[in-house]
């Protein structure tokens, strides 16, 4: 059968449904001021670049107030703007700008903690009574004076940090001076939706709820059990514990329906979690099923799995395979906390194959999928110098970890312009050579670049009914192929990648007809590297 373009679903409220988001970093996107760091302006001068690829909306990472000791996820104003970002005006401005251009916007909400510079904490620490003395958590030292119990932080130590004024300690699974906010008390939960009413009514389309599944702990603190040696190296004292009382309590799912019952008074507001952790799949069922739940999440199943083979990518996709499952998930395979993909999954040799058939394979994939900035062009993890890092999970396990600064550098619009034409002045984190060579404008334009190859298997899932809403089934790994059919609106696709560098056959029906090819697949043979989208 020859696919004919269908109008996907056109009611407005399930625009997200099947949606290709863009995350923007905004430190890393665009300059428009000069001072080496990415802004708001500098967002709204490049999104006709994005409206180009064809996706449906962008997710913009913190841009709120906070001394960025962790670049924006440690936010002393949920309702301001940071200088070095820009104004609300800004922001205003580029909400206008991304509609014109038929693009929805999705920004970041942190619930699990803030800074310890914000006046809440101010005033929790102060003492422990007054209005806002629980709405962090606090506990009383154990008789030695050593912390509550033995909960330990993402970035290196214990989640505890003494307070003098206070004579407790104050927990934070991240830095120190990210301290943890108790949204298991009712005041926290109404400020924080506050917050949000505040954005949504300056016509925000959804949220992205950042580490959602930390936001409350167990109230009696007691200690994490062990968790069992896996074999891998273990970098930090976080990964020797099974986190059952640290996060993921059950309590969350009605501070999300809170959330749920706030964004429907806005109609056609999308929320999709970051899911983290051992339980992340069945967090991410609890937290999306039925109507009064989130719409999406996400976990770290590919963002941080060092390989990329078809068992595994069979293993993860059959989770989600189950038409029952009222869950739609989210994928990304590289974000601004994970390494980029092709760094991670093949020889830099084969970056320009690999990166094609990845980007086909996201695109194949059931639910909505999260592209990075840059990712459509290829760009590599960069390689950053100790005595440039910035990122400070980076500098406290250097060298074990990757680091995220590599994933953080600016984005190359120019190829010939200092610093890839992203700022006229000195840039936060430097840019490789490599990924100056990969530049906007040196892609642009050319039909055989992984920018135009993006577009095109973009446009193929916006205008296909089977990709973008259908369902998956028949999920196989063989070899190294990667196999799975995707069904609705009266087609029936089979999508089918070469995860190797060698040439696999195929046997495809005969009546089979090819709706892209990757690499020069054929429905008798996939190059290495190759993927094949066909109509049976």
Partial sequence: MTITAQPVASDETLWWRGAAIYQIYPRSFMDADGDGVGDLAGITARLDHVAALGVDAIWISPF?????????????????????????????????????????VIIDQVYAHSSDLHPWFAASRAGQTGTHADWYVWADPQADGTPPNNWQSVFGGPAWTWDARRRQYYMHTFLKEQPQLNCANPAVQDALLGAARFWLERGVNGFRLDALNHAIHDPLLRDNPAAPFTGRVRTRPFDYQIKLHSQSQPEIVGFIERIRALCDEYGAIHTVAEVGGDNAAEEITQFTSGDARLNSAYGFDFLYTPELTPAFAAEVLNNWADPALSAWPSWAFENHDAPRAVSRWCAPEDADRFARMKLALLACLRGNIILFQ????????????????????????????????????????????????FTTGTPWLPLSAQNLALAVDRQMGDAGSLLAETRRLLALRRDTPALRLGRIESISAAGSILAFDRVGGGQHLRCVFNLGRDAAALDLPEAALVTASINGATLDLLPGYGALIAAI
Avoid at 68 to 83: E, H, K, L, Q, T
Avoid at 385 to 405: C, K, S, Y
């Fill in 374 to 421: 840059g990712e459509e062009l290829g760009l590599f993890q960069d390689v950053i110098p100790f005595e440039q890092l910035r990122d400070p999970e980076a500098i406290a396990n250097w060298p074990l970890t990757l680091g995220r600064d590599g994933a953080r550098t600016p984005m190359p619009w120019l190829a010939d312009v200092p610093h890839g034409g």
């Fill in 64 to 104: 709120f107030t906070s001394p960025m000791r962790d670049f924006g996820y440690d936010v002393a104003d949920f309702c301001g703007v940071d200088p070095v970002f820009g104004t609300l005006a800004d922001f205003d401005a580029l909400i206008a700008r991304a509609h014109a251009l038929g693009l929805k």
